[in-house]
């Protein structure tokens, strides 16, 4: 009569993959929303010194932080491709 239990929840480590894909499609969105930052900032008054420096040194780390954390997030989301893929490409599942 009753088939078998489906599991409620994903397995931890579907889980945590699914998390760190969502993660890195994130990443693009919060680059644009640091790039426009600048342009909230207030315009410098004619004779003051026009902040050019420091709109660029903030992109350029905004850009450094953004590389590193698309740098770490996949480096762990592919560890985590590598320690799920053989039993899944075995089966026949999408890796993703």
């Given at each position: 009569?009753?088939?078998?239990?489906?599991?409620?929840?994903?397995?931890?480590?579907?889980?945590?993959?699914?998390?760190?894909?969502?993660?890195?499609?994130?990443?693009?969105?919060?680059?644009?929303?640091?790039?426009?930052?600048?342009?909230?900032?207030?315009?410098?008054?004619?004779?003051?010194?026009t902040g050019l420096a420091e709109r660029g040194i903030y992109l350029f780390l905004a850009w450094g932080l953004l590389v590193a954390v698309t740098g770490v997030i996949s480096v762990r989301l592919q560890s985590r491709l590598q320690e799920g893929a053989p039993e899944e490409r075995a089966e026949g599942k999408d890796v993703l």
């Open positions: 009569m009753n088939g078998p239990r489906v599991p409620l929840f994903l397995e931890r480590q579907s889980y945590r993959r699914r998390r760190l894909v969502d993660a890195s499609r994130a990443v693009p969105v919060f680059g644009i929303i640091l790039f426009f930052v600048p342009l909230l900032w207030p315009q410098p008054e004619p004779g003051e010194a």
